[in-house]
């Protein structure tokens, strides 16, 4: 141990002699910046160039105050990262919210409504019973002794907690479990990932995790090691990725989803992306595909994802798959298929494609987000570097207990016969139908506002129209120091109390101008939301007329 | 493109440089044995319900009506929850935006946040803002997002002390930065020696490093020391001299055995010191659901609190936070309900107490019975656990025990490990994957083996060390040393 730590002190310090040489290169930063650097109007397609060298000052110079840990001494990777998601519109819409509670009358709206973030029983989504039936004896396990239990609980869920109890090596939900997630919860949902792909799925496969996000991490923090290590990203792209790419250092390659062909991916681009980043000297690792896709809602077409996984195979870059939206597909047209499933279709196995499937417990029908359950499922790796993953996930113990056992009940709901399987059946079909009303009812809403252009939700939980803002209304933003969508979404909120989130946290073909907006809220809110923003909609235009 | 992105040498450095042998090679060992039908005492984490330890009724039965509010609406939950429990779940779902399946604020949920605020400032006698206080995913989850805003790059270096928790070390090696270590006193009963941390500092300074936060684990882990209110001043005022972040590792703070040195937090300490200092100081405490008389590991949940962090350091702490969405609803509960526990004339009070006691006051006597157990054997020194889940014995180890690991290819502490693994099923960790002195060994066990097991766990141990002795001990065998 003694000789690791001085090992590494004195490779740190042979390290930082050898990098005196590269740090101008250093500090040329290659990280990707989404949002504030991006150049008003150009042409549809970006050249990579731009995106690598948005020079930015990185330099961390000492601070002057004697505290260690300020502003300019803190991660510059860390100041660089962004995630809109939760950025500063939300924080003025909480701000609105506290004051709303004594203020009623300063303002135009009664209440904040919280359509930036997939968050859907926060908008008053209930859960799904039997899910929680499970989950609430599983936690308060002498319940299961009790006479009355029968008289709460549907008697399948007292069937499936017993199950899962003697999954768990002493039936201990209150301890830290194997770092990969408990066995048994696995081999159900290796179980469930059989029955949906019709080809076999391995229990050491999968990773149980706090919500698909760290999953994501672990994969960036394996996959770079500086900017000369990048991801091929699509834009607009979930700001997750962004923001973890920065995060950990590396490069985001961006390739552009056709927003006139329905957010549609040509490998023409992919390939075009690849070869500029790698004239650059970058070494693309892997490619991020969201599908159905985040912002953007399309659903793959299977040949497509055949060209995708061929591309993959060709080029020797892992697959980043992320897949939570699986459950969420509203047109009749499509059909969700997993790139595993794909792959194997096309005769592919484990030695051929490195493919990472990313699943969550709080999208679908079941929208769990608090309980930050998830997995991933790795396949076509070494057995070296899945250790390596091991290690990384042990280095913060294991995920939480009922996150994991939730991740195994959405891969494994009621079956046929099961005492809880018709009320199960009916409170899916209603959330899932309901959204797919409520996604047309908004998308059609918005075709309807002038200079507004929005692609159907054909699945995922968002909508993200285009708006073509005026000349005098970027001249406004710019006078106000935004992003000229940050500032019609300022005005929406501020108008209207809906929270969006502005296109430029997703990135978008420089000059376009987008909002993201979720279908989430209930449906008997839509028709006064939908009434809210067209009326907004009007006198913003009338406001910025040229 | 012969190198495929995920091949072996392609990965990031940083990673493959990581080491956590808390889950390491013993830990994987004793999993395949216990596969193949042997019985494992796994004392290798501190994860007290899977040796058996039942978790408090109170907090369990809360957090399940949580998980079901519709039992909330059913006339006859009555039956099987005691009221006050019913009643503190309405008030925690009170506190959230949609129950436990809607992300929360990304710093965890305003309430339960002022709720450990209320913790804080009874426990200290001063005052806590609730805006300075972050839930996580268990205190480990805290640590990494706190060392990654410090650490820009292999020239920042980490205070920490050796033998250290090694979550610190693989945090560290996997944000790329540089671990500067102090060494603890073994013979001293493991006592942190300022002069000791300014050497460190000095030579880490002199090798071009920027020292820029000190670890301290209070009470220690793997060393079970708890330090005194003198030392934590000396170390306060070390990092105000040398402008450190300070990192309080605080998570044992309800595992005291013992009643000379009772736990202080270094908030209140710093407090108590004044201005200037007290407004210099930059501090950071954790704290987790996954100790204490709790041990709900599973669970996840934690915090920490930020003294002296500016306004717009705190600002990209929670960006960061934010990425991750929230931490889990239900541990944040668990949070709540660790700050805020029964009251004396709540139904629940006495059956909380007396479950409570009853397991500290166990843990009490099962740290007695294994330090002096080891301290049994001759060629075994342990300092008592004052504190927190373990004992860290140091085993003598004689030179041909030493020649025969090398032999195998084996740290020799690690060889021992696996020896008595293999012979006892007592799972526990080398001192060599928390550091120490060269030429010394250790191993870390925790004290968490139920206290009825704990007489013939000692007595396999020493039977299997004596056996160890006499296969390997120098010249005359064992019994004569």
Redesign the interface.
């Known amino acids: 141990?003694?000789?690791?730590?001085f090992s590494?002190?004195?490779?740190?310090?042979l390290?930082?002699t050898r990098r005196q040489h590269h740090t101008s290169r250093r500090f040329l930063s290659f990280l990707p910046s989404l949002s504030p650097h991006l150049p008003a109007p150009a042409p549809p397609l970006l050249s990579l160039s731009r995106f690598l060298s948005s020079t930015s000052k990185m330099s961390?110079s000492d601070s002057t105050s004697?505290?260690?840990?300020?502003?300019d001494?803190?991660?510059?990777?860390?100041?660089k990262?962004?995630?809109a998601?939760?950025?500063e519109i939300v924080n003025i819409a909480q701000k609105l919210q506290e004051d709303l509670k004594s203020n009623k009358d300063a303002y135009p709206f009664d209440e904040i409504i919280y359509c930036n973030?997939g968050?859907?029983?926060?908008?008053?989504?209930l859960?799904i019973?039997y899910f929680?039936?499970v989950?609430?004896?599983c936690?308060?396990t002498?319940?299961l002794d009790?006479s009355?239990?029968h008289?709460?609980f549907s008697t399948d869920s007292i069937d499936r907690a017993w199950k899962i109890l003697d999954q768990i090596?002493?039936r201990?939900?209150?301890?830290?479990?194997?770092?990969q997630g408990i066995k048994g919860l696995r081999d159900t949902i290796a179980a469930g990932i059989e029955a949906r792909d019709g080809f076999p799925a391995n229990p050491n496969d999968i990773f149980l995790t706090?919500?698909a996000?760290?999953a994501v991490?672990m994969m960036m923090?394996?996959?770079?090691?500086s900017e000369k290590d990048g991801i091929l990203c699509p834009i607009p792209q979930y700001p997750?990725y962004s923001?973890?790419i920065a995060?950990h250092g590396g490069s985001l390659v961006p390739y552009y989803l056709d927003e006139a062909t329905g957010w549609g991916l040509e490998i023409s681009d992919l390939k075009k992306q690849l070869e500029e980043a790698r004239s650059k000297g970058i070494s693309v690792?892997?490619l991020v595909v969201i599908n159905p896709g985040n912002p953007t809602g399309q659903v793959l077409a299977e040949e497509n994802q055949r060209d995708i996984v061929d591309f993959c195979k060709e080029?020797?870059?892992?697959l980043l798959a992320d897949e939570v939206y699986q459950e969420n597909v509203y047109v009749p047209d499509k059909k969700f298929h997993s790139f595993k499933k794909v792959a194997r279709s096309l005769g592919y196995g484990e030695k051929d494609l490195?493919l990472v499937s990313f699943q969550s417990v709080?999208k679908g029908y079941y929208?769990?987000?608090?309980?930050?359950g998830g997995y991933m499922e790795v396949t076509?790796?070494?057995s070296?570097?899945r250790e390596?993953i091991y290690?990384?996930a042990?280095?913060?113990?294991?995920?939480?207990?009922?996150?994991q056992i939730l991740a195994s009940l959405v891969m494994s709901p009621p079956k046929p016969g099961d005492d809880s399987y018709d009320s199960y059946m009916a409170e899916r079909d209603g959330i899932l139908s309901s959204m797919a009303k409520r996604a047309k009812t908004l998308e059609e809403a918005l075709n309807n506002l002038e200079g507004v252009t929005c692609n159907r939700a054909e699945g995922a939980m968002y909508l993200f129209p285009r708006i073509n803002l005026s000349k005098k209304a970027i001249e406004a933003a710019e006078a106000a120091k935004t992003q000229p969508d940050a500032f019609y979404c300022k005005r929406i909120l501020n108008a209207t109390g809906i929270v969006v989130v502005p296109g430029s946290g997703f990135g978008q073909v420089p000059g376009t101008w987008h909002f993201r907006c979720t279908i989430l809220p209930q449906e008997d809110k839509i028709p006064a939301i939908v009434n809210r923003l067209t009326e907004f909609h009007k006198s913003f235009m009338d406001e910025f007329r040229d | 493109m012969s190198l495929k992105a995920l091949d072996y040498e392609s990965l990031n450095e940083n990673v493959k440089n990581c080491q956590y042998a808390v889950r390491g090679e013993l830990y994987l060992r004793a999993s395949e044995l216990q596969k193949e039908g042997k019985k494992i005492i796994f004392t290798n984490v501190g994860n007290p319900h899977a040796l058996g330890q039942k978790p408090l009724t109170f907090p369990r039965q809360v957090v399940a009506l949580c998980q079901a509010p519709f039992l909330l609406d059913n006339p006859n939950v009555g039956m099987i929850f005691p009221a006050d429990a019913i009643a503190r779940a309405k008030h925690y779902l009170s506190l959230t935006s949609g129950g436990l399946g809607a992300y929360s604020d990304s710093r965890g949920l305003p309430g339960v946040r002022k709720e450990v605020a209320e913790f804080i400032e009874r426990r200290d006698g001063y005052p806590s803002d609730p805006e300075l206080i972050f839930l996580t995913d268990g205190a480990s989850k805290g640590v990494m997002q706190i060392l990654n805003c410090i650490i820009r790059d292999q020239k920042d270096g980490i205070l920490v002390p050796v033998p250290q928790y090694p979550l610190y070390s693989a945090t560290i090696s996997l944000l790329g930065g540089t671990l500067v270590p102090y060494y603890l006193e073994e013979t001293d009963n493991w006592g942190l020696d300022v002069n000791n941390l300014r050497q460190s500092v000095a030579q880490a300074r002199s090798q071009g490093i920027t020292v820029r936060a000190m670890v301290i684990i209070n009470p220690g882990n793997p060393t079970g020391q708890c330090l005194s209110e003198a030392n934590l001043r000396e170390i306060l005022r070390f990092c105000c001299d040398e402008s450190l972040v300070l990192l309080g590792d605080e998570v044992y703070q309800q595992n005291i055995y013992q009643d000379e040195h009772p736990f202080i937090s270094s908030k209140k300490v710093l407090m108590d010191m004044g201005a200037p200092i007290s407004k210099e100081v930059q501090l950071i405490s954790f704290h987790t659901v996954s100790k204490g008389y709790w041990g709900e590991c599973g669970q996840r949940g934690g915090y920490f609190e930020m003294t002296n962090i500016p306004p717009r350091t705190a600002e990209e702490i929670y960006k960061v936070a934010s990425i991750a969405l929230s931490p889990n609803v239900s541990a944040q509960i668990f949070m709540g309900l660790m700050v805020s526990p029964p009251k004396p004339g709540d139904i629940s009070y006495d059956q909380f107490v007396r479950e409570s006691k009853g397991i500290l006051e166990s843990l009490r006597r099962r740290a007695r019975i294994m330090t002096d157990g080891f301290n049994s054997c001759k060629n075994v020194v342990c300092n008592f656990t004052e504190g927190a889940m373990y004992s860290f014995p140091q085993i003598k180890l004689p030179s041909k025990a030493i020649q025969a690991a090398k032999q195998a290819g084996k740290v020799p502490d690690v060889f021992y490990c696996l020896k008595l693994l293999e012979a006892t099923g007592i799972s526990t960790v080398p001192g060599s994957g928390f550091g120490q002195k060269e030429g010394v060994f250790h191993l870390r066990t925790t004290i968490l083996p139920a206290e009825e097991e704990m007489p013939e766990i000692m007595g396999s141990f020493k039977k299997f060390n004596d056996e160890f002795m006499s296969q390997y001990g120098d010249n005359f065998g064992y019994s004569r040393m």
């Not at chain 1, 590494?8 to 310090?13: F, T």
């Not at chain 1, 004697?66 to 502003?71: A, K, Y």
């Not at chain 1, 080029?315 to 892992?318: D, F, P, T």
């Not at chain 1, 042990?394 to 996150?403: D, F, K, Q, R, T």
């Open positions: 141990m003694r000789r690791f730590l590494q002190a004195k490779r740190s310090v390290d930082q961390a004697s505290l260690p840990v300020t502003l001494s803190i991660n510059p990777k860390v100041l990262c962004e995630y998601v939760r950025g973030i968050n859907p029983q926060s908008l008053g989504q859960p019973k929680r039936e989950l609430a004896l936690d308060n002498s319940l009790e009355e239990t008289g709460l090596p002493g201990a939900t209150g301890a830290y479990s194997h770092s706090d919500g996000s760290p991490h923090q394996l996959l770079l090691s997750l923001a973890s995060l690792r892997a080029e020797g870059l892992v490195a709080s929208g769990e987000c608090g309980k930050r076509g790796f070494t070296d570097v390596q290690k990384v042990s280095v913060n113990l294991c995920s939480n207990i009922s996150g």
